[in-house]
């Protein structure tokens, strides 16, 4: 967290922390950021807008989830959506 340069971008203070990807569930992270950072860390939830079969386990979709993100978000994407100019 760039919390030092991130004023300098905008006049805003930052009021939350998500974290997502498979280490965040490295255990006592989002705890020691909070209280090294003294800013509220919380899980993101990448999968919670979506709706799934009701044969999906919950419990599984809430333990991958951390580790979708990437994957929701190209998967979200249309052909075209984003193009870049080579030069």
């Known amino acids: 967290v760039s919390q030092s340069r991130y004023p300098t971008k ?4 930052i009021e939350a922390i998500y974290l997502c990807g498979g280490s965040a569930q490295v255990p006592g992270l989002l705890e020691e950021l909070s209280a090294k950072t003294g800013i509220a860390c919380f899980f993101a939830k990448p999968m919670r807008a979506l709706d799934w079969m009701e044969s ?11 580790s979708m993100g990437v994957c929701l978000g190209l998967a ?3 052909l075209g959506d984003k193009v870049h100019a080579i030069k």
Do not use: A
């Open 76 to 78: 979200l994407r249309r």
């Open 10 to 13: 905008t006049d805003r203070p």
């Open 56 to 66: 999906f386990d919950e419990d599984f979709v809430t333990e991958v989830g951390l």
